[in-house]
């Protein structure tokens, strides 16, 4: 068994008297592709945004390789490694592609004023390797999109945009990333497209644990180790696809029945 | 002709880049392109343009008041009354020079002001100003005037420091500081048997400025200011400082401010049902006051810097030429002093010729020039001195002088 | 203090409050259905009063009857600025509507100074205060030191009613659901078949006609009106939803009523009452930082 | 490889000086000459028929530069040669002072301009780059005016510079108190805040007298070296109007403004900037310190407002609240909105219209101001991003291919 990398412990997320998650017991191993699947509502973009910090927990905890995290700001969240895609795309349309990839890589910029301000040389041989990765991270999913390097966000297309978003969170390489939906407002096969040039980047990076929430079931199938399923903010189920696809409870929860 | 210069430098630059590398091809390259010659052409109509502008001047004189915003009532009133007074002096056969009123707008700002003066001063044109309504636009501005030296006559501003906190000697004004006026008020209404005052000032230079001579002038009287009340100019509700009065109960209520704010305090002193007597200071002595109020004006107090225009013999001419000349707006408590600070700057161009050094020589040994606002004479500051103060009472809707009124003669009653 | 100038402050206040609050509705509802703020809405205030004065002086030569030529006044009035809040909307913010928010505050902010500038040079002799007819019954209770007039009471409940007037007609109408609809998620509310447009238009207008029942009843109170009254009006309307929670129409009300509150607490502590609005603003600072979305706004998360 | 090529396109910005370009760069001066002759005739002619006239030729001399391509080639130049637009900048603000060097009140609104100019950046950082709407321009601008007055009136054997310095520091230290509510809150909600500070900056001057009241405040002439700068322009020279030294100094610090504002936007400052406005939750999310990029630009923008009050109270001579109200501070935004939010260079086009435009219309006398609505509400409903809208990020200049 490979090292644990994420686990929660009774992790609990309340709106109110609304409990989004409840007493949720959660482990993520190095190297996994976990699939996060439950019906609208059930808690899984709550669960990613309480584990990125942008949500505190009530109560409960996050550990990353056995160091306790919980309540941690977004920001250092993303030190630790951690980076994501959001369900709608929240990129910085009106800038750059490399602007928008260089923003996912804050971790390795040097923010002295010195540099930045009066050492222009020392700047430009920085942003010029910036420029290099983020076209090197670019062309390994799409030859056509690293050429537009230099074009505005908004004139992307959809599919596009899901692959400069899912650089932007891959480009510090980060050791877990976390997926939010990226199939959605896609053609199924611009998915597919999208998981194969994922999965490659993966066979590369075999060390980086992925959590993927996705309505399409043939691609949770396809793509994740294991599953699991929350409803009303609380786990139903675990285990492989298609062990868990079968299970009474995960039916009824998607079924809408008690 | 500057601009000539301009095109130019611009063409010598050019020429001084071809120098750098092989001249011949350069200029060949040059002449060969339409596009440019264009430019050129256009260029020099420019300088042709700016350099045709001169052109022979009347004699102008510059009026500097707020035609915009909040207070621009007065300044308008002023405007036209200075308007009036060129036109009247341009119509009479007897006047040696053509005349042309330059109005400038300060906006009762001082930054804006401090810019009108410049333009006005630095226009080699004009010889001289009649300038300012609001006080904190003209101390701004007095420096700028001595710097450029370009007499000028104040007309509005009422600080006793525009004329007395400098020593310069372009500097005059022909109506009277707060101090004479509230000199006068305290006097006067003390005589009139009241004891007790709350004073509702605004915070701008004039309301305040009001309340500290005001109190100053009590002080040497047996009079008491119960309490004082700073008000924003633009506020709209005083109810509550009003209900503090009320409490307070005072005998009289002061008020230093304009017209536009002395209406909402006495519209609102009838809500609260109070009936003080309103005492107000020059800023609501017009009849915005009265139409603003209506019949609540009945025996509201002013007092005014200057002699009662309307007893003149000029004020008379004044008032008649003004209304035949059909302005948009009323000439306001300080038009004739406007108008009696622009005839005054034409007499004097009239004697000494359209020089700014001697008008100012000239303007400074003014003594008992008599105007439509009583004699001027000026003082050591520029100020001046014969600083007659009308009272004035309210009486069926209109502005009444006191010795002419029914509550002198003890046919109504104040309180 | 004694209980009849309590009264009195009370009183006051109320109808000040209530005045706010008429006008930050306005800044509530705009800002609920297009996410901008409209900073002319001062203005148009002021320029309801002075319609209706013009109204007035006009139905003053045909000698109409006091309680006619009020509800003539009060229905054109109201009526007329309506129709300039449609037409600003479809002339001037609609069209801006893909560009920042800032840009729809300036241009309003500009027309507002248009309409000032208009009133000022062309209402006769429009630069000065121009009295406002009493045509309220001015019968007063003297109470102690309470003096309370029938028409203070009268126009604290007419505000009031015109606020839960058009509170019943956007919790209740079917043009109140797509007001509220279209507030909710616009793109959402075009897909159910909501004319977007027409919606967006009838809140405006509906914004300025009470905009203009405000400045007419400010007229009615104070019996004087002025070009700049909407200036200072504007920005406490403004202060007053933001701080109430833009987009709750209780936050207006109770935004309205708290500025209101804090000028007369104010007014009473210091004794240079021009302390007031720098005591009131620094209040609104404060408590911009403690509930930095109004108190009363929809708190609940962004949605990630 | 792609990559290089990419990479090498972006970054050899060298000067191309070659035969066929140099009828450019003829162009392009004759263009800046150009511009300077309209500018000078727009802040030097004062009779209505010459305005009517300058109104005419201006969309001519636009219209004029557009046909005969200079405009682009202007933009060509400015994207290709380093500091292209700062230096031309200079040197044409330079050749206006010195052509106008005897018309004293040209020169103070050209120093006018510039001063707005600078607040101008200042809120270009705030607002165009990290998204912080401030409406209290006029307020920090007012800070700095007080503080050069104070110090300068209670520590006069300062150096001048230092008074300066210190003034902006001022105005910055002032502004670190909103900081707070400014961080907690967003959008129309932080508005509030910067306008309820500037509303009450100002009744507390006016209502206060230790700043002087209502009344305002002398402020006494900046001296360098012996130097007085109310005096006139040294003969040695070439002599002018006392205003010429602070024209210079004011096109100094917005130079200087320009230059650091640019090099902000094109550093990862700038990028940080422009993310935390974009989408807060998105850069948390990737490690950017959104409080600490806000206080940046807000205490920088504010910094560069109490700059240039100081030297706008120095020059004046005098200072009172009335000068610095709330419309002040719209007439701030609207430069920058004017312009095109994030736009360095537009901001200067814009000021010069803002700060002027009223200016050239008084001889319209009481309908200037309604009129000045009218132009800004047709300019903003017809372009509504702006005179020149912000194009992308460019860290460096790039030779074009």
């Known amino acids: 068994m490979r090292p644990v990398v994420l686990k929660t412990v009774e992790l609990t997320v309340s709106f109110g008297g609304l409990k989004a998650l409840n007493c949720l017991d959660f482990e993520l191993c190095e190297g996994q592709f976990l699939g996060l699947i439950g019906p609208n509502g059930s808690g899984k973009t709550t669960f990613f945004n309480a584990l990125t910090g942008i949500y505190s927990p009530a109560s409960g905890n996050v550990f990353l390789y056995g160091e306790k995290i919980t309540g941690a700001s977004p920001n250092k969240v993303y030190d630790y490694g951690i980076t994501r895609t959001f369900q709608r795309s929240r990129l910085a349309t009106p800038l750059s592609v490399l602007d928008n990839l260089i923003i996912g890589n804050q971790r390795n910029l040097n923010f002295g004023l010195w540099q930045n301000i009066f050492d222009r040389k020392r700047f430009k041989a920085e942003l010029k390797k910036q420029t290099e990765i983020a076209e090197a991270l670019l062309s390994r999913f799409s030859r056509d999109l690293a050429a537009l390097l230099f074009k505005p966000v908004s004139s992307l297309s959809m599919i596009d945009r899901r692959r400069v978003e899912v650089c932007r969170a891959l480009i510090s390489e980060p050791k877990i990333l976390l997926l939010d939906e990226p199939s959605a407002g896609m053609t199924p096969d611009e998915t597919r497209a999208l998981m194969d040039e994922l999965q490659d980047w993966r066979k590369q990076h075999p060390l980086l644990a992925t959590i993927l929430i996705e309505h399409e079931m043939e691609l949770i199938n396809k793509v994740s180790d294991t599953c699991v399923v929350l409803n009303y903010g609380e786990k139903i189920a675990e285990g492989r696809y298609s062990d868990v696809a079968t299970k009474t409870s995960v039916r009824a929860a998607y079924l809408g029945e008690d | 002709m500057v601009v000539t210069r301009a095109a130019g430098a611009a063409f010598f630059m050019s020429v001084k880049i071809i120098e750098l590398t092989n001249f011949e091809k350069r200029i060949l390259l040059m002449l060969n392109t339409l596009k440019l010659l264009k430019v050129f052409i256009f260029l020099i109509c420019c300088a042709c343009l700016v350099s045709c502008s001169e052109q ?108 007395y906190g400098n020593d310069h000697p372009e500097i005059h004004r022909v109506n009277g500081t707060m101090i004479n006026q509230n000199m006068v008020a305290a006097e006067f209404m003390i005589a009139q048997g009241f004891s007790t005052w709350a004073v509702i000032h605004d915070t701008t230079d004039y309301g305040k400025g009001h309340f500290k001579y005001f109190e100053k002038a009590l002080i040497e009287q047996p009079g008491a200011i119960l309490g004082t009340f700073g008000v924003n100019p633009d506020q709209q509700d005083f109810t ?168 002198a003669l003890g046919k109504r009653s104040l309180k | ?182 507030a909710q998620d616009e793109e959402t509310a075009r897909l159910m078949g909501i004319n977007f447009t027409k919606t967006v238009l009838m809140t405006f207008a509906l914004g300025s006609g009470l905009a203009a029942l405000s400045g007419i009843s400010t007229g009615l109170y104070y019996q004087e009106i002025n070009f700049s009254m909407g200036l200072m009006l504007g920005v406490i309307g403004f202060s007053a939803a933001v701080v109430g929670g833009l987009g709750s129409i209780y936050g207006a009300i109770v935004g309205g009523l708290l500025f209101a509150f804090l000028q007369t607490l104010g007014a009473i502590w210091f004794s240079v009452p021009a302390y007031k609005d720098v005591f009131a603003f620094t209040v609104i600072i404060m408590l911009m930082a403690w509930r930095p979305t109004g108190l009363l706004a929809d708190r609940s998360a962004e949605r990630v | ?304 407002a109490g700059l240039a009050g100081a030297i706008y109270a120095a020059m004046s001579g005098f200072i009172a609240p009335a000068s610095f109200n709330f419309s002040d501070s ?54 509504p991003s702006g005179l020149m809208p912000r194009g992308l990020r460019q860290y460096f200049p790039r030779s074009s291919t």
């Open chain 4, 330 to 383: 719209l007439l701030l935004v609207s430069i920058v909105l004017l312009g095109g939010i994030g736009n360095a260079v537009a901001v200067i086009p814009a000021a010069l219209l803002i700060v002027v435009l009223p200016e050239k219309f008084q001889v319209i006398q009481e309908y200037r101001l309604l009129l000045f609505g009218i132009v800004v509400i047709l300019i903003l409903r017809f372009r």
């Open chain 2, 56 to 163: 022979p001047e009347t004699i102008k004189i510059t009026f500097i008041g707020p035609l915009t915003g909040g207070v621009s009532a007065g300044g308008l009133g002023g405007r036209n009354s200075a308007d009036l007074a060129v036109s009247l002096r341009n119509q009479s056969p007897e006047t040696k020079y053509k005349y042309e009123l330059v109005p400038l707008d300060d906006e009762c700002k001082p930054n804006i002001g401090v810019q009108v003066a410049t333009k006005a001063a630095a226009d080699k044109n004009i010889v001289a100003g009649v300038t300012h309504y609001c006080s904190a636009v003209a101390m701004g501005t007095v420096d700028v005037y001595h710097k450029f030296g370009l007499p000028v006559i104040v007309w509005g501003a009422v600080l006793p420091d525009i004329t």
């Open chain 2, 240 to 407: 509550a400082e009003l209900t503090k009065i009320k409490a307070l109960n005072p005998e009289v209520i002061y008020f230093g401010g304009l017209a536009p704010t002395g209406v909402r305090i006495r519209a609102q002193m009838d809500k609260l049902g109070m009936s003080q007597v309103f005492q107000g200071t020059s800023g609501i002595v017009s009849d915005a006051f009265i139409d603003g109020v209506g019949d609540l004006a009945e025996g509201v107090l002013a007092f005014r810097e200057g002699a009662p225009t309307e007893k003149l013999p000029g004020g008379k001419m004044f008032i008649q030429a003004y209304q035949a000349r059909g302005f948009g707006e009323p000439a306001e408590a300080y038009g004739a002093f406007a108008f009696a600070a622009t005839d005054l700057i034409i007499d004097v161009i009239e004697k000494v010729g359209p020089d700014r050094n001697l008008i100012r020589d000239e303007l400074n040994l003014t003594q008992g020039h008599e105007s439509i606002v009583g004699p001027v004479t000026f003082d050591s500051h520029g100020q001046n001195t014969i600083a007659l103060i009308t009272k004035y009472v309210i009486q069926d809707s209109s502005w009444v002088l006191w010795e002419d009124s029914e509550y």
């Open chain 4, 1 to 304: 490889m792609a990559a290089n090529r990419l990479v090498g396109r972006s970054f050899c910005g060298t000067r191309l000086i070659t035969m066929s370009d140099l009828k450019t760069k003829l162009e392009i001066l004759l263009g800046v000459a150009l511009c300077v002759v309209v500018l000078y005739g727009f802040l030097y002619l004062e009779h209505e028929w010459e305005i009517g006239l300058l109104l005419v030729i201006l969309p001519l001399a636009i219209l004029f530069l557009k046909r005969a391509n200079i405009l682009s080639d202007y933009q060509q130049a400015a994207r290709t040669i380093p500091r292209f637009t700062l230096i031309s900048f200079i040197v044409g603000v330079l050749v206006l002072i010195v052509l106008l060097r005897d018309e004293h009140f040209a020169l103070l609104m050209l120093t006018t301009v510039l001063l707005y100019v600078t607040v101008s950046l200042g809120l270009t950082i705030q607002f165009g780059f990290a998204g912080l709407v401030n409406f209290a321009a006029i307020a920090f601008f007012g800070i700095g005016a007080y503080s050069m007055a104070v110090l300068n009136y209670h520590f006069h054997a300062l150096p001048d510079l230092l008074i300066i310095l210190f003034s902006g520091l001022t105005s910055a230290l002032l502004g670190a108190l909103l900081i707070l509510p400014i961080l907690r809150t967003k959008g129309h909600y932080a508005a509030l805040i910067t306008i309820a500070f500037g509303i009450l900056l100002r009744t507390f001057l006016e209502v206060n007298d230790v700043f002087g009241g209502p009344q305002g405040l002398k402020v006494g002439a900046i001296e360098i070296l012996g130097w007085n700068f109310s005096d006139s322009f040294p003969s040695v020279l070439g002599g002018g109007s006392f205003y010429m030294a602070y024209a210079i100094m004011a096109l100094l610090l917005a130079a200087i403004a320009y230059l650091l504002t640019r090099l902000i936007e094109a550093s990862w400052f700038g990028l940080n900037m422009d993310s935390v406005r974009l989408d807060e939750v998105a850069s948390a999310s990737f490690g950017i310190n959104i409080p600490r990029w806000k206080i940046t630009a807000f205490m920088l923008g504010n910094f560069f």
């Open chain 3, 1 to 182: 203090m004694d209980l009849g100038f309590f009264a009195q402050y009370l009183i006051n206040g109320l109808v000040q409050g209530i005045t706010y609050a008429l006008v930050a509705v306005g800044f509530t509802l705009f800002f609920g259905v297009l996410d901008v703020i409209k900073f002319s809405h001062g203005d148009v205030l002021m320029l309801g009063a002075f319609t209706a004065l013009a109204l007035f002086l006009g139905l003053d030569r045909l000698s109409t009857p006091t309680w006619l030529s009020l509800t003539i006044m009060l229905c054109l009035g109201t009526l007329t600025m309506a129709l300039l809040g449609a037409l600003l909307c479809k002339f001037l913010v609609l069209p801006l509507k893909e560009s920042p928010p800032l840009n729809t505050l300036l241009i309003t902010l500009m027309f507002g100074s248009v309409i000032r500038e208009s009133v000022r040079l062309f209402f006769p002799n429009g630069s000065n205060p121009k009295p406002f007819p009493a045509l309220l019954p001015e019968t007063s209770i003297n109470w102690g030191n309470l003096n309370l007039r029938l028409d203070s009471v009268i126009l604290i409940f007419t505000g009031a009613l015109a606020i839960v007037l058009t509170h019943l007609f956007i919790q209740k109408t079917r043009m109140g659901l797509a007001i509220r609809a279209v």
